[in-house]
């Protein structure tokens, strides 16, 4: 085998092993870059389904505390609350996200029902006001986001 003949096969050799490097690591490279862009899809959505629930809650909440006639609360609320009782089931993986949204539930079916018979509901208020800033913390804790 000549000088020129080793040569050549050096280089289709070098050239051949650089392609196959080249390919594994551009197959290697998509493989990581769809597995990080489904993490991302995946968590965009919980994000979504988070701020979707801080919206139900904060609604539902000024509905209830509002001053309208308690009869009318009751009729809007009618339809939200199983939705947002729903939603403990929707969140089952965060536990405590849960418990808040069960307990601030509950409340507020409390004072539905405290306004519907024309009781003293000031204190029920406030604890569902303390319970909603408690399902914040809770929301904040499982998207991690930080005090502004």
Not at 9 to 32: D, K, P, Q, R
Request: aromatic share 6%; proline share 1%.
């Amino acid at each position: 085998m000549t000088e020129f003949e080793t040569t050549l096969w050096a280089s289709i050799t070098g050239a051949a092993v650089g392609s196959i490097f080249s390919i594994v690591g551009t197959l290697v490279g998509a493989w990581l870059t769809q597995r990080r862009e489904r993490r991302q899809q995946v968590w965009q959505r919980e994000i979504d389904r988070v701020i979707e629930l801080e919206e139900r809650a904060g609604q539902l909440v000024e509905l209830v505390c509002s001053y309208h006639a308690p009869e009318t609360i009751a009729e809007k609320a009618r339809s939200e609350l199983p939705k947002l009782a729903n939603d403990a089931g929707r969140f089952r993986r965060h536990k405590r996200l849960m418990q808040a949204i069960r307990e601030l539930q509950h409340h507020l079916s409390l004072l539905i029902a405290d306004k519907l018979e024309h009781e003293d509901y000031r204190d029920l208020a406030d604890k569902v006001h303390g319970l909603y800033d408690d399902l914040l913390k809770e929301c904040d804790r499982v998207t991690g986001k930080r005090k502004v």
